[in-house]
């Protein structure tokens, strides 16, 4: 069966250090990934995309990165953390060419930037 | 598209009741819909699903109830439990570069004992 692992859990982060938050993929082959962004008591924002190695899709012009080093591994990163990167960020995984196919959630990173 | 700067709604349910959570899609060509429960501190979970040439799907417990004419889908949960007690989005994925999901604003269902 497929399993997605994201980590760390919880996170906390003074402004201007960097950041890497990783999420890989167990039981499937070359997955579209995705990194997600929740502010408390708010929706889901698709920040970035990926249906392959090496490629990146940016949803939002931002403080983030994302990087696809290996088929499963999804890593999200920064150089420089503001204030405003504070949020849970969620990792999950698709079937690739699947018409009717629902997203796969990581357990989620609280990343807070102080 | 995405309301990602909306505040949740909230709807309180007594525990027992009937509770009937919606969402608005506005992608007239939007033909699959999922709806997904996060609890607290946790990562979206799948409910069920749905397929356009459907008006309604069962569950246990939950039945989605689609209208193609007014773009509006429901989320039915019969019999609610404390552990129904989570924010719930609807989720539409789009057939553009790869396969995105845009997901609506999410509503808090909070079941009162």
């Known amino acids: 069966s497929q399993t997605i692992h994201q980590w760390p859990a919880t996170l906390v982060q003074p402004v201007g250090s960097p950041l890497s938050l990783e999420c890989t993929v167990e039981?499937?082959?070359?997955?579209?990934l995705y990194w997600y962004r929740q502010a408390a008591g708010r929706g889901l924002q698709l920040l970035f995309y990926?249906?392959?190695?090496?490629?990146i899709s940016s949803e939002v012009p931002q403080n983030l990165s994302a990087s696809r080093p290996q088929d499963r591994q999804f890593i999200l990163s920064s150089k420089k953390l503001l204030l405003s990167d504070s949020g849970f960020y969620l990792c999950?995984?698709?079937?690739?060419?699947?018409?009717?196919?629902?997203?796969?959630f990581g357990q989620g990173t609280r990343l807070t930037v102080v | 598209g995405e309301s990602v700067g909306l505040h949740l709604p909230t709807l309180s349910v007594q525990e027992g009741d009937n509770s009937i959570i919606n969402c608005a899609y506005s992608?007239?060509?939007?033909?699959?819909f999922i709806w997904y429960k996060q609890e607290s501190g946790k990562g979206p979970q799948f409910i069920i699903d749905?397929?356009?040439?459907?008006d309604k799907r069962q569950g246990q417990r939950v039945t989605v109830l689609l209208n193609k004419t007014v773009k509006h889908l429901s989320l039915q949960i019969a019999a609610t439990q404390p552990g129904d007690s989570a924010v719930y989005f609807c989720?539409?994925?789009?057939?553009?570069?790869?396969?995105?999901?845009?997901f609506g604003p999410g509503t808090r269902l909070s079941v009162l004992p």
């Open positions: 990926s249906v392959g190695i090496g490629q």
């Open positions: 749905i397929r356009s040439n459907m």
């Open positions: 992608n007239s060509a939007s033909d699959y």
């Open positions: 039981g499937t082959s070359n997955p579209n």
């Open positions: 999950a995984w698709s079937v690739p060419a699947a018409r009717h196919a629902e997203a796969f």
């Open positions: 989720a539409e994925p789009l057939h553009n570069y790869g396969q995105n999901f845009v």
